[in-house]
């Protein structure tokens, strides 16, 4: 029953916003929209994973369009706002700087707080020792998300910095192969044409 209850509980928090991996094409803007009621307090938290020089534009305007948040080229932020108007609220990653790299890049858009545990946990008499018990191990596991989901965006920007190195690694490697092939094959030829030069000139003394 515990289970049930810290699973629904968790499901019910991820539903008040938007966490999203996508790819940004070079040249491409991209934009997300979110209804948010006024008084509401939310963040937005973004990190490029792949792509170049692991930077991208940010953009978040209210309803009425005025800047709220605004930073260019940069490869994670997070910036928390209360919402001072009704309306919807449009956040814009831009890759429009970029001529031949595309990014990967994710973002945990998070409006409001989340809901009570329990319907009466706000409640003036204190909770029981099962509620309380349910509280500390349901904020434990939103913390074991948070951190789950920093080390996989860790691990995949790690690798693909490993898979790019490695890449190159290898290009490097074909391009000495080639460099040292050249420079073989051009010292046989110089060499046989001493040989031959010298050859030449013996047969032309014999006769």
Known sequence: WLAKVLWAQLLC????????????????????????????????EFQVIT?????????LEDPDGTTLYKEMKKQYDSFTFTAAKNGTYKF????????????????????????????????????????????????????????QTHFRLREAQGRSRAEDLNTRVAFWSIGEALILLVVSISQVVLLRS????????????GS
């Not at 792509?51 to 953009?59: F, T």
């Not at 809901?115 to 003036?124: G, Q, T």
């Not at 001493?194 to 003394?205: E, G, N, P």
Request: hydrophobic share 35%.
């Open 51 to 59: 792509g170049g020089h692991y930077d991208v534009d940010c953009r």
């Open 92 to 147: 814009c990653f831009s890759n429009e700087f970029s001529t031949f790299t595309h990014k990967t890049v994710y973002f945990d858009f998070q409006v409001g707080d989340d809901p009570p545990l329990f319907p009466n946990e706000n409640r003036v008499t204190a909770l029981t020792q099962m509620e309380s018990a349910c509280v500390s191990i349901h904020e434990a596991l939103k913390s074991v998300i948070d951190y």
């Open 13 to 44: 928090g991820w539903v008040l916003g938007s966490e999203l991996t996508f790819e940004l094409p070079d040249n491409a803007k991209q934009c997300f929209y979110e209804d948010i009621t006024v008084g509401t307090k939310c963040t937005l």
């Open 194 to 205: 001493f040989f031959s030069d010298k050859k030449t000139t013996m047969t032309r003394v």
